[in-house]
């Protein structure tokens, strides 16, 4: 029993420091900037939400906001429209290729992004890319594909073979197949799969700070902006970045498991 | 049956995916290895023209290269030895039964799922800031003066966020690896007489072996890319004190425009990520294999 006690103490402990940081965020959120800056911190204040009021009528943080869901929605129906038929295809009709083929898409993932940042700029100066929404989808969508081909690939496996065959005989099409049978059996994974994908793509901050300047910036950009030396609004810095932040962390509380698996490319399961 | 299997042709099925991640990847390495020979500045109108091996040459002989070269290995290192030690410790404590255990690991977990730029901010802001922050107001208020991190130990103050925003991946990905190891394999040790000390290093420490290496290996990858954080806290600065090689390379692109030089560095980085490559996809690659 005392070492039952001592262990919620020591967790308790531990997961208040790691998340400290972000609770005083979520203060300073709702204070002033005068109290948000004030020594000794005040820990108890009259909350205001004019922060959050603030933030929100600015004119441009609705379009930050709008590249954010576009960008990462879009990303990740391209993806996973690409990778749906190539995970279908490995995970049922393998062939002597499929574990090379699927090493070497993770071996995708293994070139670190600066090297290829000269010619991704120059390319997308030349072909108008910069600064667009579609040129951060292409990106971000090739830059998650292995992982979504991966995630989708471990999920269909899961599906037992006799439902495909028995459809098979019943003279199924692969479309048919595929659509009407894969798809609606393995709806809990490829949610997984895409709020994963929606996530990574939402936080990418590389290729949305190199690429992009204001019209398709989206919220990690905006909240980077706030570096500047006369951007010191802490309490307008914190409501933006709270809203920035909650979404996704509750989309990474929902899927934390399908994360280690999709992160570890199957070697957690 | 296997009549019937050959009647699906795979090749439109795989086409896109593969396609898409050949010209992602081919075309801007092949690119980079290209830029990497010639002399290109993009303020410099007079185009370009072959040098050979003279960007490198630039790059080896420059003081910066080997900075960064060394920050970036401190990074990585550093960072690495803080999450995979922070990680195993708080994923064998959140393993254990204990109140309110499900609430914790949430916690422990959600620095991994705030934006890098917002986590840089709201440490070098709110709690790294000598005048403002809270971390100056406790030393201050212990008598200790108060700290100016990123003038005086920017890489470390540095390498501090980046482990706070890392460990929870190690958790998210050792706490599952430990729930899988089975009751019976406990059981048995604890009839052994095994103590928590020695279940720890003989039971649970070599069943996270695994897990561990792809862990190291995957962050190993990203760190080598670590930009945002750098970005928005010292700009790489004080001089040269916080340049890794990303950011040596966004900075001799984006600003110097010298495209020949930032593409060198972008060659180097990449035989940098290689090295860590090929041993991930070996460590994959087994997995696999055990689960045929």
Known sequence: ?269 | MTRQRHRVRTGPLMTPAVGMLLVWMIVPLLMTLWFSAQRYNLLDPGGTAFAGLENYRDLVTGRALWVAMGNTLLLVGAVLAITLAGGTLLAVLLDREFPGRNICRLLVIAPFFVMPTVSALVWKNMLMNPVFGLIAWITRSLGLGAPDFFATAPLAAIILIVAWEWTPFAVLILLPALQSLSKEQREAARMDGAGAAAMFLHVELPHLRRPMAVVAMIETIFFLSLFAEIYVTTAGGPGLASTNLAYLIFQDALFEWDVGLASAGGVVAIALANVVAIFLMRVVGRTLEAER
């Open chain 1, 1 to 269: 029993m005392r070492t039952k006690w001592a262990l919620a103490a020591a967790g308790w402990m531990a997961a208040g420091a790691m998340f400290f940081p972000l609770l005083w965020m979520f203060l300073t959120s709702f204070k002033t900037e005068i109290t948000a800056v004030a020594t000794p911190p005040a820990l108890i204040f009259k909350p205001t939400l004019d922060n959050y009021a603030a933030v929100l009528e600015r004119a441009d943080y609705a379009q930050f906001a709008a590249n954010s869901v576009v960008v990462a929605l879009g990303s990740t129906l391209l993806a996973l429209a690409v990778a749906i038929p190539a995970a279908y295809s490995m995970a049922f009709f393998p062939t002597r290729r499929t574990r090379g083929v699927l090493l070497w898409m993770l071996s995708t993932k293994m070139l670190p992004a600066v090297g290829v940042l000269v010619p991704i700029f120059l390319l997308w100066r030349r072909f108008g890319l910069l600064d667009t929404r579609i040129g951060l989808v292409l990106i971000n969508s090739a830059s998650v594909l292995p992982i979504v081909v991966w995630m989708l690939f471990s999920y269909f496996r899961e599906v037992p073979r006799e439902i495909l065959e028995a459809c098979r005989m019943d003279g199924a099409t692969p479309r048919e197949e595929l659509f009407h049978v894969l798809l609606p059996l393995s709806k809990p994974g490829i949610t997984a799969t895409a709020l994963l994908s929606i996530i990574l793509c939402w936080n990418e901050a590389f290729w949305s700070l190199n690429l992009t300047t204001v019209r398709a910036a989206t919220l990690t950009v905006f909240t980077a902006s706030f570096s500047s030396p006369e951007g010191l609004f802490w309490a307008k810095l914190s409501a933006a970045s709270t809203l920035a932040t909650a979404p996704i962390l509750i989309f990474g509380w929902i899927s934390q498991r399908q994360f280690a698996r999709g992160l570890s490319f199957g070697a957690v399961k």
